[in-house]
């Protein structure tokens, strides 16, 4: 609803500048020439092409911005699952040191295997 009531308003805008600026006026790009152009076409006119421009801009900088965010994300994603590897080795590691460490502490030996006493 408050877009349509912001499109009206501008609607009504537009139309009071339009009937406003009717002189004609000579519009040059270059060797092009065009003349006896209402003041108000070549104003509107240009506020279109601008903000055609922008929108393409904008959608250029949204699609680099999602590309970029996806290879971080991709990247982020590959970084955590190897150290969430490593991580579960190093576990399996300890868990089997310290499963020989308490056999050897029931079986009644002194010194764990590799170590030698001072």
């Known amino acids: 609803m408050l877009s349509v009531l912001f ?13 406003q600026n009717t002189s004609p006026v000579t ?4 060797e092009l020439r065009i003349e006896n152009v209402p003041l108000y ?4 006119g240009s506020l279109i092409l601008g903000l055609f421009i922008a929108g393409i801009f904008y959608f250029a ?22 150290t969430d590897l490593d991580l579960e080795r190093r576990i399996r590691q300890l868990e089997s ?14 010194y764990p295997a590799g170590l030698a006493s001072s």
């Open 27 to 30: 519009i040059q790009l270059g």
């Open 61 to 82: 900088r949204t699609v680099s911005s999602t590309f970029t965010t996806y290879g971080k994300d991709h990247f982020v994603k590959r970084t955590e699952t190897a």
């Open 7 to 19: 499109s009206v308003i501008f609607g009504l805008a537009i139309g009071y500048f339009a009937t």
């Open 97 to 110: 040191e310290n499963t020989r460490l308490r056999s050897n502490i029931v079986s009644g030996a002194e």
């Open 41 to 44: 076409f070549a104003t509107i």
